[in-house]
């Protein structure tokens, strides 16, 4: 009884001091983090020092309840360096920002540090309508600067300035009642320029549902009609090294790829009136070692953009490669081609040839839209831009097709 005791003494000591110990652990933590933010930016006084620095004069900015502004929330996202990986503080800010306007808000684990952002107003998780871009961007981190009515640097249109836009937009319609519990919700996810795990686990382990969605890319502020799907392949061949004087003692891995290549480059592939022709690109080819050795191996790596068909596309590829002898089984990565709804009263639309996370949310929808300011041309380059006035349009256009939604859902209820 007595030892007994004296070990649930000494246990309780220890967990006291162990929680001493977990709380100046977490408070560290949580000052090195608010270390890393910005803070003038999380604070959300719209009148802090940046804004009548110079370069700001020539911008116009979009400001909610005289609190939230379209500017700030661009810079503070931009000024937070979030290569696929590294959106941990992104999100801690982005979260913050969305609980500050009264949003409930869950951080969705997806590995490690790396957390989806979800947000929505009052206790109803399940919206009609999902609003999402991704918090993620390409390598390597270039600062925010404006430019004349540009505003510059990594994320400007790919994917912050949609993202903050879709922000702003959401608080506009929240704070002037035109958006209820159950309506609508904010997706923000990691990964989406390379692997697409954000969204992918947001589809699969969340657990909420959604009829429609919008997600936010750089669209030049027009209705994505679709984009292409992709096949992407390596082709390798075992050939057998001989002196290249005596071919006969070998067997050529060049020889047998060089022909193929011209066949797969030559395919008549699937067309779609909506996306165009499927393009071929022999991306990467690897053979050999000297000028006077025969080539023991051989490999190329091809990615086929496909506008329609995808099985059709696979399965002509298979038919060029498959009964070469010293060639080995054809594998690879598929995504069938986007379609998307672009047929929206007041909007442009564009086709776009490039990848999105729309194939990753893999819940059945009745509609999905893409739309954002920006353009592809200048995203993931050093001279990632967007422009001022094509940030505020976007505001106007992620609410008139919030607005649109609504009506739709309405008119059969
Ligand atoms: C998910 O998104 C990534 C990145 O955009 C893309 O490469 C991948 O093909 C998508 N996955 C599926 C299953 O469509
Ligand atoms: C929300 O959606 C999920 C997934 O479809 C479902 O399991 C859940 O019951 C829904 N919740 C409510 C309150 O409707």
């Not at 719209?46 to 500017?71: G, N």
């Not at 075992?238 to 006969?248: E, I, N, T």
Request: proline share 4%; glycine share 8%.
């Amino acid at each position: 009884m007595c030892s007994n005791r004296s070990r649930t003494t000494s246990a309780i000591e220890y967990r006291m001091r162990l929680t001493v110990l977990l709380f100046a652990a977490s408070l560290v933590a949580a000052w090195s983090l608010l270390d890393y933010m910005p803070q003038n930016l999380l604070n959300l006084d719209v009148t802090s020092k940046w804004d009548s620095e110079p370069a700001f004069s020539a911008l116009e900015d979009y400001i909610v309840d005289d609190k939230f502004s379209l500017l700030k929330l661009h810079r503070g996202l931009m000024e937070i360096e979030s290569i696929s990986g590294n959106e941990h503080k992104v999100a801690l800010f982005l979260s913050d920002y969305l609980k500050k306007a009264g949003l409930s808000v869950e951080l969705q684990h997806v590995e490690r540090d790396r957390y989806n952002v979800y947000a929505y107003i009052g206790n109803q998780r399940n919206t009609t309508t999902v609003v999402s871009s991704h918090i993620d961007v390409v390598p390597p981190y270039i600062g925010y600067s404006v430019d004349g009515t540009k505003i510059r640097g990594r994320g400007a249109c790919d994917d912050k300035g949609p993202l903050a836009a879709q922000v702003i937009a959401y608080l506009d319609l929240y704070y002037e009642n035109k958006i209820k519990e159950g309506e609508v919700s904010l997706l923000f996810v990691v990964g989406e320029e390379n692997t697409g795990v954000g969204m992918r686990t947001a589809s699969e382990k969340l657990g909420v549902n959604w009829e429609y969605a919008i997600f936010g890319e750089p669209t030049e502020n027009k209705l994505g009609v679709g984009h292409k799907g992709i096949f992407v392949f390596d082709i390798e061949v075992f050939g057998r090294a001989a002196h290249s004087g005596y071919p006969h003692l070998g067997v050529s891995a060049t020889e047998i790829l060089i022909p193929i290549l011209h066949k797969i480059q030559n395919l008549e592939l699937p067309e779609s009136e909506l996306l165009g022709p499927s393009i071929v690109n022999v991306g990467k080819v690897e053979a050999g070692v000297a000028a006077n050795v025969i080539p023991a191996y051989a490999k190329a790596t091809i990615a086929i953009r496909v506008s329609s068909d995808l099985d059709e596309v696979v399965r002509l590829v298979h038919s060029v490669v498959d009964d070469v002898e010293h060639v080995a089984p054809v594998t690879g990565r598929t995504t069938d081609p986007q379609y998307l709804d672009y047929k929206v009263p007041g909007f442009e639309s564009i086709i776009l040839a490039y990848n999105t996370d729309v194939p990753n949310l893999s819940l059945p929808l009745k509609k999905r839209f893409l739309y954002g300011p920006g353009t592809i041309h200048v995203a993931h380059s050093d001279d990632e831009h967007v422009e001022n006035q094509d940030l505020l349009k976007s505001v106007d256009g992620y609410r008139r097709l919030v607005e649109y939604i609504l009506s739709l859902e309405n008119a059969t209820e």
